[in-house]
């Protein structure tokens, strides 16, 4: 039998039930039990009578909205890739679910490697399900000259190279998905044609007059500080009031540890012939700093187990695959490595110019110097 939970916002944060086979109150809903069934979880309330909810799916009960969630080993489950069992990711979890019910645009931050194209996958199976596109679109990896047709499209002869009309992602992804990874990377020209496909729910191809209906989802993400673009005009604030109608915050994996154990073995499931892990692999895991996120998690995952000669993953595994890390390599490059531990005894705009580097490269380096120097004291 399945296991499911329940989740409720209130005031001072979260309400999460763990729902058993057999009828059980639920605490923030007088008079109403729940209890497990092979495809949810049915309410019994005595003012609506019986409701099954089942995972990834809200209702309102007594005037709460409660959203279901599946548990596996213990832990919480929203799809097939998001796993935790922290607060900061169960509210995300129940925006999600709620957010899947309309098709508002989203803006999802975070570091690197958080996991935030999961999540936007996530969201457009909740909102549109699996038949429907799912179109993402790295901003950063298209050429300022071609993004203009890769978003909206181009008629044949529109430029050199066009040979034929083609639909851009706007028009791909109909009644699904449009991701826009990377959306700080995109110029302010290409800014304002975003601004106004939005707004207009309407697209205009390269070379052509004719405008287009288009019905897709904006889901957008970012690992950069958004607001203080804007402040350095960088970014129009009009279009992130256009994409931000819901905003989710992804914690980065050092502030959600309890997580590591249950995601570690869940990627290692993945691994071909996916080998085991110990207690104290999993302990020390839990004690690295991870400024990668999920995606070095994983990394490391996979240099353990080419390293492990066993089916079982050891503590002395995961130490030499740390080791092997390339961030442990970071702060030993020559180039800028000793202003890199540098404090204040040289002002910081001469360092820039010992360096050799562009002002945001220098302050990237810095920051994770500085990381890799206080993981090692």
């Known amino acids: 039998m399945k296991m499911f939970a329940l989740i409720t916002q209130q005031e001072n944060g979260i309400d999460v039930l763990q729902v058993h086979e057999k009828p059980q109150p639920v605490p923030w809903l007088e008079s109403v039990v729940a209890s497990s069934k092979e495809d949810g979880v049915e309410i019994v309330s005595p003012k609506k009578g019986k409701l099954v909810v089942g995972a990834g799916q809200a209702v309102s009960v007594h005037g709460k909205t409660v959203s279901c969630v599946e548990m596996e080993e213990g832990a919480y489950c929203l799809g097939p890739e998001l796993i935790t069992c922290d ?13 899947g019910r309309i098709k508002a645009p989203v803006l999802i931050l975070g570091e690197s490697g958080v996991g935030k194209e999961v999540i936007a996958r996530q ?14 679109v790295n901003m950063a990896a298209i050429p300022e000259g071609l993004a203009e047709s890769e978003l909206f499209g181009c008629v044949k002869g529109a430029y050199t190279g066009a040979l ?3 639909a851009g992602a706007f028009e791909t ?3 699904g998905t449009l991701f826009l990874d990377e959306i700080c990377e995109s110029s302010l020209f290409i800014q304002a044609k975003i601004l106004r496909a939005v707004g207009e729910r309407q697209v205009q191809r390269l070379g052509s007059q004719k405008k287009i209906k288009v ?7 970012t690992n950069k500080d958004i607001v203080a673009l804007i402040e350095q005009g960088l970014f129009r604030q009009d279009l992130y009031e256009r994409l931000s109608c819901i905003v989710i915050r992804c914690p980065p994996l050092r502030e959600r540890r309890c997580d590591i154990p249950f995601l570690a073995r869940k990627l290692l499931k993945s691994f071909p012939d996916a080998p085991s ?19 070095e998690l994983r990394n490391c995952l996979l240099r353990a187990s080419m390293l492990s000669l066993n089916t079982t993953i050891t ?3 995961i130490r030499d695959a740390m080791a092997l890390s390339p961030s442990q390599e970071f702060g030993r490059r020559p180039c800028g490595s000793d202003i890199l531990y540098t404090r204040y005894t040289v002002g910081r705009a001469q360092q820039i110019r010992e360096s050799g580097l562009k002002r945001s490269t220098f302050y990237y380096r810095l920051k994770k110097g500085q990381m890799i120097n206080q993981m090692r004291n």
């Open 164 to 166: 034929m009309d083609r």
């Open 173 to 175: 992804a109909k009644d």
């Open 315 to 317: 503590e002395e595994t």
């Open 215 to 221: 019905s897709c989802r904006i889901v957008s993400a």
């Open 123 to 136: 969201l457009h199976i909740l909102s549109s399900g699996q038949k429907a596109r799912f179109v993402a």
């Open 87 to 99: 607060e900061k990711m169960l509210r995300i979890f129940h925006l999600c679910i709620l957010a």
């Open 277 to 295: 892990i110990d207690n104290s692999a999993l302990k020390a895991l839990q004690s690295y700093p991870w400024y990668g996120n999920v995606r």
